[in-house]
């Protein structure tokens, strides 16, 4: 189903030649492609569970050809075998879509040596820590996600409330971005 979709994104932006309305277009397919990971990684695994070390290399590594032409970013990832269920997973796949994505975008925009690190570990008991910095330009010194208009930080504000998170952005030589969140067994616990 989601290759299905897949295609006919890909057939309906063909006519499109607006460059913003085509932009749109190709960030909506790979919104549905990180998903369509996800359950991808879902059907190869006889637990119900999806090692999240694994696919975020292979994210990391589809989003590098679809947006690395000009710099070339060497991304580091730090996590020791993180494996979450589907209702965990897909939020954060969705929420990692996005901020990589935002750092391909909008950070690397100096010569010096372009750096992405991604972290997801075990926080506490109850939480889980995943980390996304950039050594880019950074965020505006004012910025403010509330006031926000990107659509796509937007969403990560709302996937990071679904996974009864937190989300905490500083700018440190770079834009970072700390999500504390919890799996589906802690959320449930809460409820």
């Not at 607006?18 to 919104?31: C, P, Q, V, Y």
């Amino acid at each position: 189903n989601f290759q299905i979709i897949l295609s006919l994104l890909e057939l309906q932006s063909i006519g499109i030649e607006d460059k913003k309305a085509l932009e749109l277009a190709n960030e909506g397919r790979n919104r549905v492609k990180s998903m369509a990971l996800i359950h991808q990684k879902l059907y190869q695994n006889e637990s119900d569970l999806i090692d999240f070390e694994d696919y975020m290399h292979i994210l990391a590594k589809e989003l590098t050809a679809i947006y690395d032409a000009k710099n070339k970013v060497n991304i580091s990832i730090d996590s020791k075998k993180m494996m979450f269920d589907v209702d965990t997973a897909i939020p954060l796949a969705l929420i990692l879509n996005e901020l990589i994505t935002n750092s391909f975008k909008y950070a690397f925009k100096n010569e010096t040596e372009s750096i992405l690190s991604i972290s997801l570990n075990k926080f506490s008991e109850e939480n889980y820590q995943l980390i996304i910095k950039d050594n880019g330009i950074g965020l505006r010194q004012d910025f403010d996600i509330k006031e926000s208009k990107s659509f796509g930080l937007k969403l990560v504000e709302r996937l990071v409330r679904q996974l009864q998170g937190s989300l905490e952005i500083t700018n440190q030589s770079g834009a970072k971005f700390e999500i504390l969140f919890k799996d589906t067994k802690m959320r449930k616990e809460l409820i």
